[in-house]
C-alpha cells in the first residue's frame, strides 16, 4: 500500500500569510493527487485534483505543483475563511490513501 | 446541480449488519464510479471502497481493514450506491460519505455523511 504523509501535522498561521503543505507518497503516484480542505462539522470540500488543477469555483490563491512522491499545497494570502484541515489524496493504487491532514489555526 | 444524500446509518451492536445508501441526482449516474470514504470521530479520512460504472464492469475494490466484510453495490434505475456493511466492529464508528467519480472526477462531489455507531 502507498503510505502517504503530510508536514507539517499543524501549524498557526495569520491572516495574509502565505502556507504551504508538503505531501509525500510512500511511492510514485504520478499526479494522482487530490487536495480536500474540511472545517469542523463540515463535509470535505476538494481544492485541487490532478496535482495542479483547481477545482471550479475554489479561490485562485490555492494552488498545487508536484509529481511523483512530494507535492505541495500552497494558500499565497491566507484569509479567515482557510483556517481548516487539509488533507491530500493518491488515487494512482488500490487502495486510496489520504494523508494524516494538516491543520491550519490562528497563530 | 449535483447532489449525493447519505442515509441509513445508526446505532448498531458489534457483529450487526447495516446497509447504507446512497441517492443521487443532477448527473447521469450510470456514467460515474462511486466511492465511500470514512471518519472516525476526531480523525482523518479514511477511504473505505469504490465500485465502478457497468462500463468498466461494475467491480468493487476496498481498503484491507473492511475487505469481506463490507460490499458495495449499485442501482443504475434508481441512482444509488449502497454500502453493506457485515460483521460491524466498534472501529467502524464513523461518519460515511459517500462521492463520485474515478480518475481526475475522483472526490469531486460529496454528500453530508450519515453516521454509524457500533457500540454494544
Known amino acids: 500500500d502507498i503510505q502517504m504523509t503530510q508536514s507539517p501535522s499543524a501549524m498557526s498561521a495569520s491572516v495574509g500569510d502565505r502556507v504551504t503543505i508538503t505531501c509525500r507518497a510512500s511511492q510514485g503516484i504520478s499526479n494522482y493527487l487530490a487536495w480536500f480542505q474540511q472545517k469542523p462539522g463540515k463535509v470535505p470540500k476538494r481544492l485541487i485534483y490532478?496535482?495542479?488543477s483547481l477545482q471550479s469555483g475554489v479561490p485562485s490563491r490555492f494552488s498545487g505543483s508536484g509529481s511523483g512522491t512530494e507535492f505541495t499545497l500552497t494558500i499565497s494570502s491566507l484569509q479567515p475563511e482557510d483556517f481548516a484541515t487539509y488533507y491530500c489524496?493518491?488515487?494512482?493504487?488500490?487502495?486510496?490513501?489520504f494523508g494524516p491532514g494538516t491543520k491550519v489555526d490562528f497563530k | 446541480e449535483v447532489q449525493l444524500v447519505e442515509s441509513g446509518g445508526g446505532l448498531v451492536q458489534p457483529g450487526q449488519s447495516l446497509r447504507l445508501s446512497c441517492t443521487t441526482s443532477?448527473?447521469?449516474?450510470?456514467?460515474?464510479?462511486m466511492s465511500w470514504v470514512r471518519q472516525a470521530p476526531g480523525k482523518g479520512l479514511e477511504w473505505v471502497g469504490f465500485?465502478?460504472?457497468?462500463?468498466?464492469?461494475?467491480?468493487?475494490e476496498f481498503a484491507a481493514s473492511v475487505k469481506g466484510r463490507f460490499t458495495i453495490s449499485r442501482d443504475d434505475s434508481k441512482s444509488i450506491a449502497y454500502l453493506q456493511m457485515n460483521s460491524l466492529k466498534t472501529e467502524d464508528t464513523a461518519v460515511y460519505y459517500c462521492?463520485?467519480?474515478?480518475?481526475?472526477?475522483?472526490?469531486?462531489?460529496w454528500g453530508q455523511g450519515t453516521l454509524v455507531t457500533v457500540s454494544s
Open positions: 443532477g448527473f447521469t449516474f450510470g456514467d460515474y464510479a
Open positions: 465500485i465502478r460504472s457497468k462500463a468498466y464492469g461494475g467491480t468493487t
Open positions: 490532478a496535482s495542479s
Open positions: 489524496l493518491q488515487h494512482n493504487s488500490y487502495p486510496f490513501t
Open positions: 462521492t463520485r467519480g474515478a480518475g481526475f472526477v475522483f472526490a469531486d462531489s
